[in-house]
Structures are given as C-alpha cells and as structure tokens.
C-alpha cells in the first residue's frame, strides 16, 4: 500500500470521479437521493483530506442526505453495496454502520457481514469491540463459521489487537484469550485469504504474548499444509528475531554448521533510487543434513542518527554434507510511505538459524 512519487496518492481512490459514482449509483436505487447536496458535502475540503478522512466525510453526508432512519438507510445502502465496484470504496458503508448503528446492534451485525463482502468491514467492527467486546466476539465466533470466507476473514482481521490504520484494541492486547475460538476454528482454513488474517493476527499477539501463542499452537497439525503455513507465518517476526522456540518448531533451533565461503553488498556506495545486491555462498560443514532459515538484516539510518533493524526473509532449505548453496537478492533503496531513507553508512548482516554469520554494508550517498 506505499505511495511513490509516479504513483497516484491513495487517498485519490476518493477523487471526484468516485463522489459521482456514488451519487449517481446511490439515485439509482433511491431515486429520492439529493445527489447534489451529496457532493456537495463530500467535496469539502476534498484537497486537505487524508484517505480515512475522506472515507469518514463520505459515510457523514449519507447520514446527512439520506431519509434518516438507521433501518432506511441500510437498506438503500444494502442494495448500493453491489454497485460501488471498489474493494477499499466500498469501505464506506461499514464506516456509515460504525457512526450511526450502535443503537441497532443485530441489525448493525447483519449489515457489517453483508457489506464485507464487498470490501472490509475490518475497520467498523472494532468500534463495536470496543463498546461491548463479549457480546461483538461472540457474533465473530459464529462469523469464524461463516461459508463466505469474506465473513469469516472479518471474524479474524477485525479482533486483530494491532490492526494497521486503526486503532489498537487495548483489551485484547492485554490480554488474547477471548479471541481463542475464533483462531482455532480458522486454523487450517482452505482459503488463503483468511489464513493470511489468522498468520497476522497471531503474529500480532506474539508481540506481546508469544509465550500465549506457543501454548496455544502446541497441539496444532502441521501435517495439514493449512495449519503448517499459518504457524510459519504468525511466528515470522520471533523467527527473524531468532527466537529458539520458533526455530526449534521448524526443526532450524540448532546451530547453523556452515562455512559461509562469500559474502558481498553491491555497489559499496550508491544514490537514493539504486537498487544493492546482496549475495552469500554458503557450505555445509555437518555430517548430516541440517535445515537452514537464511534471512538478511539492513541497519536503515534513522533522521535523528543512529540506525533500526530491519530483517527480511531470504531462503529456507535444507542442505546435505559438504553441499553448498549460492544465494543473491536485489533490494531496491527508494522511499516509500513506509520508509524514508537518510544518507550514511547502512550494515547490512546474513542470518541463518538466527546467528549473525557474515556482515557488510553499503553508503547511501546525499
């Protein structure tokens, strides 16, 4: 979701062609609708707005345009649904049930697994978490059930503790426990798309209490390639921190017995927009075979001096006696929304079953 200078800005998915859309989509099955007075609303200050603002003003004017009874107003934004045509746009009408349906609980239930279908609902359903979370979690669990894999992604993504471009969820950050069906229900899952949302969520929780999500994985199959991948991918961020319990789980907890015969980042010293090769030659020196998770680090430079760790995921093999491997990655150095880059020295290390083996670097020039 980075933004880059060729790249249109996000918030532009709410550009005034999508306010006519809207207006003209919503006349068509309410044709009472003052599409005038829509836009009008919604353009104001379009310029200044960032894109969750202007997702807000937009669900604000429906309020403000349409008849004004919550149950009305869901059923002509109910057969809208269909019509937006935009994943993200369609985030709208989930944004309309958090405002105004918190009076209206079941129906506001109904509305947000219909309407997620559609888009995401992600963001709406943590505004009834955190007025009433056992009564919300026990809808979500029934959702965990759902056929719709879009319903039951919503029962995992929206009781996310730390879920990007919302607001944390403090009562499960302290304590995860209540989100425990929903997670083994989805634990070996058929559809991607919500495995990828258990493998965040877990990830999420060990954060905070991995020692909580090792308990609650013990038992789990990863003979089901389902299951085994959501575990990989929840305790992706204790791999790459070496944790031992996590290594040990994919068999990859022994000490690397390896002779890393070339290590190399290239160029030494590059512009902001190059791109630096990183590559490894490695060769086993144990007598058996051994399995190896290689990652590599990069020391980004911060604003302020000094620099923070970032570690990504390179290769997972296993590998025989005496056998080698050749392995090389490019990384692109540019900025993203996501990271600035500031110029100075940039140490950039292989790790293989967590252990720093090699270390190198790069200059990123003014």
């Known amino acids: 979701m980075a933004e880059t200078e060729s790249a249109p800005l996000l918030k532009e998915i709410f550009n005034r062609a999508r306010l006519e859309h809207f207006a003209r989509e919503t006349t068509t099955v309410y044709p009472a609708f003052d599409g005038e007075r829509f836009l009008a609303l919604t353009s104001q200050n379009l310029n200044a707005l960032s894109i969750m603002q202007r997702l ?3 669900a604000l004017a429906y309020h403000a345009v349409l008849p004004g009874g919550f149950e009305k107003n869901i059923e002509i ?12 746009a369609s985030i709208t009408l989930p944004e309309y049930v958090a405002l105004h349906g918190k009076d209206h609980f079941d129906l506001s239930m109904q509305a947000l697994a219909y309407f997620t279908r559609f888009g995401s609902s992600e963001f709406a359903i ?33 009781c996310r503790p730390r879920l990007p ?14 989100v425990a069906t929903i997670l083994e229900n989805l634990k070996s899952d058929p559809s991607l798309y919500v495995r990828k949302s258990v493998a965040n969520h877990l990830n999420d929780i060990t954060k905070d209490h991995p020692a909580w999500v090792f308990e609650k994985i013990a038992d789990w199959d990863q003979e089901d390639a389902h299951t085994a991948w959501i575990m990989k991918q929840a305790l992706r961020t204790l791999i790459k921190k070496g944790d031992t319990r996590a290594l040990h789980l994919f068999g990859a907890g022994h000490k690397p017995d390896v002779a890393v015969e070339a290590f190399s980042v290239t160029p030494s010293s590059l512009k902001l927009g190059g791109a630096v090769k990183i590559a490894a030659s490695l060769r086993s020196t144990a007598t058996g075979p051994q399995k190896l998770l290689i990652d590599y680090a990069v020391h ?47 140490p950039v290390e292989l790790i293989v ?10 200059e990123l020039l003014e």
Request: no cysteine; glycine share 8%.
């Open 56 to 58: 807000r003003q937009i």
């Open 165 to 178: 471009w919302s607001f944390q969820l403090k009562a499960l950050i302290a304590d995860p426990s209540p």
């Open 353 to 362: 079953n967590g252990e720093v083996l090699a270390e190198g670097a790069f």
């Open 77 to 88: 934004l109910w057969a809208l649904a269909p019509r937006i045509g935009h994943g993200f």
């Open 126 to 158: 943590r505004h009834f978490l955190q007025d009433d979370l056992a009564r919300t979690l026990k809808v979500m669990e029934v959702w965990s059930l759902d056929d719709n894999e879009h319903v039951r992604r919503l029962a995992s993504e929206g």
């Open 300 to 346: 980004y430079v911060k604003k302020a001096g000094g620099t923070s760790k970032k570690v990504f995921k390179w290769k997972e093999l296993t590998l025989a006696p005496g056998a080698s491997a050749e392995l090389s990655i490019s990384r692109a150095i540019r900025d993203f929304t996501t990271r600035v880059h500031y110029a100075g020295n940039h």
